[in-house]
């Protein structure tokens, strides 16, 4: 796992499920299905709808090691299908049935699960994205500096996220769906300066020719103006250098998921309040009988 394994694992989770067919819902109950509408995508209006909101770290946690439960299994799915169309031998074929069948079952019962509690999301038949909309700018911190900072009289134990085996120190918080994006984009941006400048610093001793070799200079020397650049941009923002162990961790966001306009107009007519029964009226009082005469 390298350094930015906590960064990307922490960027909008997309989850793409293999052989995936379309149908979710907003119910906190298993989701009904919902069938697309013919037409090419690009007559179809798309529209956002948020499933879940999740309110700490704690929660993005469970649900990032949720969604990776059930990639994992669908994976596993996947592989051993491949091998049952291969498979040669009756008996083999037979305990690959089998395997598959269990797993299935399983899948299935954890999907049900996740069902219940993020929405109705089911990522087996629609995926689903979430966005971040506050995020914890975090870095390493080993034993020996946890030991110092705790033992401070103003330390705050929230201060300090496990993750793992691992302990993090909040330096900021990044809070707005833009201010987060900007945020990953300058994290990204500055990965990829990084990136492109150790490609060409070790390209250069390869080379022979001397007009190529000062192409290389200019091309390193512009490469590492930017970076200079963007790690200024980054230290004015937050407050301290950009290290490569920097991560990010979602404490706020929300689970959506796309459908059509007339998915849209079924779940508003499904959700529409139902008008209250009219109240009766009061009976009125008999009248008096004509005639009558003392």
């Known amino acids: 796992m390298n350094k930015f394994s906590l960064l990307l694992a922490a ?10 067919k379309s149908a979710d819902s907003k119910a906190a109950a298993p989701a009904p299905e919902v069938k697309l509408s013919g037409g090419s995508k690009a007559e179809q209006k798309i529209y956002n709808v948020e499933l879940w909101a999740c309110k700490s770290m704690a929660e993005f946690i469970n649900f990032q090691k949720n969604m990776q439960v059930l990639t994992v299994q669908i994976e596993e799915l996947k592989r051993l299908k491949g091998l049952l169309e291969i498979a040669r031998t009756t008996p083999e074929k037979n305990a690959l049935g089998h395997d598959i069948a269990a797993k299935e079952a399983k899948l299935i019962g954890d999907i049900e699960s996740v069902q219940k509690l993020y929405g109705g999301y089911n990522p087996l038949a629609r995926p689903g994205q979430f966005i971040q909309t506050k995020v914890a700018v975090l870095t390493p911190i ?3 500096e946890f030991t110092k900072l705790s033992s401070s009289s103003d330390f705050k134990p929230d201060s300090v996220i496990p993750v793992e085996d691992k302990r993090f120190l909040v330096r900021d918080t990044v809070s707005g769906q833009i201010e987060v994006d900007t945020f990953y984009m300058s994290l990204r941006r500055i990965n990829e300066f990084r990136n492109q400048l150790k490609q060409y610093v070790e390209l250069q001793p390869q080379l022979v020719k001397e007009d190529d070799k000062k192409k290389v200079e200019k091309i390193i020397k512009d490469i590492q103006d930017e970076l200079n650049k963007s790690l200024d941009e980054f230290k004015k923002a937050r407050g301290f250098d950009f290290t490569p162990e920097i991560a990010a961790l979602a404490s706020e966001g929300k689970l959506v998921i796309q459908i059509t306009e007339e998915e849209k107009k079924a779940l508003e007519a499904k959700n ?5 029964p009219s109240a009766p009226s009061a009976p ?6 004509a005639g009558d005469k003392k």
Not at 11 to 20: I, P, T
Not at 284 to 289: E, T, Y
């Open 11 to 20: 960027l909008c989770v997309s989850l793409n499920a293999q052989e995936a």
């Open 142 to 144: 080993s034993n020996e």
């Open 272 to 276: 529409a309040p139902t008008p209250a």
């Open 284 to 289: 009125s009082a008999p009248a008096a009988p």
